[in-house]
């Protein structure tokens, strides 16, 4: 009974110190951060591409145990909760799953913190921090917003990559099984109710999904294949929202806000070509073709 009695106490009280550590690193982790590095299965992401491509440049505050960013477009919170564990294990967690399983680390002076998450579902938790080719793992660092800058390339080696595309140019190709029909043999009423729903057309930059509400509003949501695993465990805010509508056979686009500040208040004006219950083929203004999949 004695010997029960001291196995279990020496367990206790070597459980003790590991739940401590957790809870001072989650003490830690409390404010506002930055992501300053990104690597997701060997690609190393651009500084700019991280302020163009993350809701608010990257910015992230940690509140209790949720890692929470805001939208520049919609101005809404997406957070994300997490939890910590002994040693140095971290688990970020969606309503019905485990989303992402990895390690973290503090630099020397506590505002500099390394994580190297994985989703669960394609690979194990990471042992070291490290992104190679291959690995399914993502890996960042977050700065700390009140401390001074730390030089990057304290955990990763920045890997050049072609700058974003200024425009549209390709798109998934249409159904030949679907019947289009040619927008000029209807009525822009009719064009406006077949467009009613969410699209989708692939480019150089991933997939730009956008849905057009039928109170005239529309929203669109850019999946960049670089960041596909962020997006996934963390956040996936519009890139744009405006108004949308049909005048004589032109698609017209008003910007009321986006991730692209340069680009708020532009106005867009595509020519419907053909529209199906599947496809959507329109011609901008500089005579591209943009092909379009209907998602829903």
Sequence with gaps: MQLRVLTTLLAWLTC???AFAANGDLQRLQGKWKVTQLTEDGRVIPVDAIQLWLPSGGEVEIKANAIVFESPVDKKQYAKSFSLA???FISIISPDQTAGEGIYQFDSSGNQVAMCVTDPRVAPRPTD???PPGSKRMMLVLQRQAASAIPPGAFA???PLPPPPSGITSSPGTNPN?????AGSLTDAQVAQM???TWALRDAMGTLAVTYHPNGAYTAYRQHEQIAMFQQMFAQPPASTGTWSVQNGLLTMKIASSVQPQTI???IVFAVRTISAKDLVLLDQLGRVVTSARVK
């Design 265 to 267: 208040n532009q106005t």
């Design 129 to 131: 921090f490290s992104s």
């Design 86 to 88: 002994n040693p140095n």
């Design 16 to 18: 003790v110190p590991m």
């Design 178 to 182: 679907t019947p289009a029909i040619a």
């Design 157 to 159: 080696k920045p890997i």
């Design 195 to 197: 467009l009613s729903g």
